[in-house]
């Protein structure tokens, strides 16, 4: 099979002539440098790649001087709409033109882009090509949207958190008072059920403060660390009938963050994952996966990583019910009789101060919570 990674350049050029001095001395060169979206100069006779910027290596997972001299051909196996396009450029002398792109790879996901194909004005000897992902900026959109809505439900819970506990430590203040001075002992059965609630309220508000109370201590941590702890704490709760099985990349590097909070949100996360599976588990057919692999050129918390630790918790239960799936990581939101509904909550405010993001993906039958975390 053919394999775009294991296609090499020829060898017979000379280094100093990748960079085609026709094409330095245009001047346009640092400019493309700069530039944040995907470019591609190709040598407009030989349709050959001169030039690609550090976007473009980064999504074709090839270095500059791999890309070098490479067609189309080299790098997607429907090449040709991309030649046939410079071509019908060429021939029509048109300065620039635009079209959708859906650029067929070997092994690898085929990549859907909006590409511009135009002929610089000051280096009319060649080709840029602009490739634009329209999947990355669709994901990066909704998740600028679930930051800027977590965020915003934050503050909200937090302000709104302070506001009950207050007045709450008044009331139940009043209620004690008010039970000492009860004459009738049977009207005291009123004072303590406002002081039980208030008590249940006070132990709520302080759940909801809990993730803006802890402090955020940096080391090194090996995630496999993190993985080891929880699995053996959710086997230590669930003796029986579950298997946690370690699907680890032993190459994954160690990343900086706070060891305890990825212990609890994992923990979370996991924990769920046992609750739901109450059936499996009691037929002995309750299965985790703790699943870890190194990912490149992912955008987190608006900002794109060259590298990031992707985290998956992945189990056989009966998946999240319908009714909350969308609603899951909000506060108070809960599908089980007794959860507090803020187990994700939590998990969620701790990865993303790792600036890292959580996404679930679930049916009967696979639920597949990914955690995501930037290297540096
Ligand atoms: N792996 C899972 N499988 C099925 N449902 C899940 C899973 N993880 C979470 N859920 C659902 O999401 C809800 C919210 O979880 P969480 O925020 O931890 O709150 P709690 O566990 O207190 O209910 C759970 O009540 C459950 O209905
Ligand atoms: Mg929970």
């Not at 996966?289 to 056989?316: F, G, P, Q, S």
């Amino acid at each position: 099979m053919k394999s775009v990674r294991t296609t090499n350049p020829p060898t017979a050029e000379p280094p100093e002539d990748l960079g085609h001095a026709a094409l330095a001395a245009s001047g346009i060169l640092p400019g493309l440098d700069a530039l944040a979206t995907v470019l591609l100069v190709l040598d407009k006779l030989t349709l050959r790649v001169v030039y690609a910027n550090p976007p473009a290596e980064a999504l074709l997972a090839l270095s500059r001087r791999s890309l070098a001299h490479m067609t189309w051909h080299d790098l997607f196996l429907n090449g040709e709409v991309i030649d046939a396009t410079v071509k019908e450029l060429l021939a029509n002398q048109y300065q620039a033109t635009r079209l959708d792109l859906v650029l067929e790879r070997t092994a690898q996901e085929p990549l859907h882009t909006h590409a511009i194909v135009g002929i610089p004005e000051n280096a009319p000897d060649f080709v840029i090509v602009e490739l634009i992902e329209n999947e990355q900026k669709l994901k990066n959109e909704r998740e600028e949207r679930i930051l800027d809505q977590a965020w915003i439900n934050k503050q909200l819970i937090r302000n709104l958190a302070h506001e009950i506990k207050n007045p709450l430590g008044g009331i139940r203040g009043a209620a004690q008072l008010l039970e000492f001075e009860l004459v009738q002992r049977e009207l005291r059965e009123y004072t303590q059920v406002i002081i039980k609630e208030s008590d249940r309220l006070q132990t709520l508000v302080d759940r909801l403060l809990e993730p803006h109370r802890h402090p955020y201590i940096v080391t090194e941590i090996n995630l496999h660390e993190v993985c080891e702890r929880v699995r053996s704490l959710v086997l230590a709760e669930f003796p029986q009938g579950l298997e946690i099985e370690r699907d680890y990349d032993v190459s994954l590097p160690e990343l900086r963050g706070d060891k305890e909070q990825l212990i609890q949100a994992l923990l979370n996360i996991v924990r769920n994952a046992a609750e739901a599976m109450r059936e499996q588990i009691e037929r002995g057919q309750g299965r985790i996966v703790l699943r870890t692999r190194v990912a490149r050129k992912v955008t987190l918390a608006k900002r794109l990583h060259k590298l990031a630790l992707e985290l998956h918790v992945i189990d056989n239960g009966p998946g999240i019910p319908e009714e909350i799936r969308d609603r899951i990581f909000f506060p108070l939101v809960s599908g089980r009789e007794g959860g507090s509904g803020l187990g994700l909550t939590l998990a969620q405010s701790f990865v993303q101060r790792h600036e890292g993001s959580i996404e679930c993906e679930s049916r009967p039958g696979r639920t597949d919570f990914r955690i995501m975390l930037p290297l540096g």
